[in-house]
């Protein structure tokens, strides 16, 4: 059984950085899809960002993390991270890396969660 565990939630002012890094355990092998989702208070769960495989690795980031968050991925060790950047107060919300994702209709979907990382984000 996969477990997704993650890492590097926490606190900072805005304009600060975080890392967040997750590692699949319990699977060999790669995934098509790997990323984060979000979710804060009162809203749903939102895509923020995958790599996927098409080719090479592509990459999807939600437009309003454009230009402030990476992903990336190290299939040797089967890990997902977010690099953070320029945070905003609205960019606090739980974060979830999901693998055995896919695009569905409109948007991106997983199957697999990890338990989720808080990140807060002071002004």
């Known amino acids: 059984q996969v477990q997704l565990v993650e890492s590097g939630g926490g606190s900072v002012q805005a304009g600060g950085s975080l890392k967040l890094s997750c590692a699949a355990r319990?699977?060999?092998?790669?995934?098509?899809?790997m990323g984060w989702f979000r979710q804060a208070p009162g809203k749903e769960r939102e895509e923020v960002a995958i790599?996927?495989?098409?080719?090479?690795?592509?990459?999807y980031l939600t437009d309003s993390v454009k230009g402030r968050f990476s992903v990336s991925r190290d299939n040797a060790k089967n890990t997902v991270s977010l690099q953070m950047d320029s945070l905003k107060p609205e960019d606090t919300a739980m974060y979830y890396c999901t693998i055995d994702c896919g695009f569905v209709g409109s948007s991106w979907r997983g199957t697999i969660w990890g338990q989720g990382t808080q990140v807060t984000v002071s002004s």
């Open positions: 790599i996927y495989v098409d080719g090479g690795y592509k990459t």
């Open positions: 319990g699977y060999r092998g790669s995934f098509y899809c």
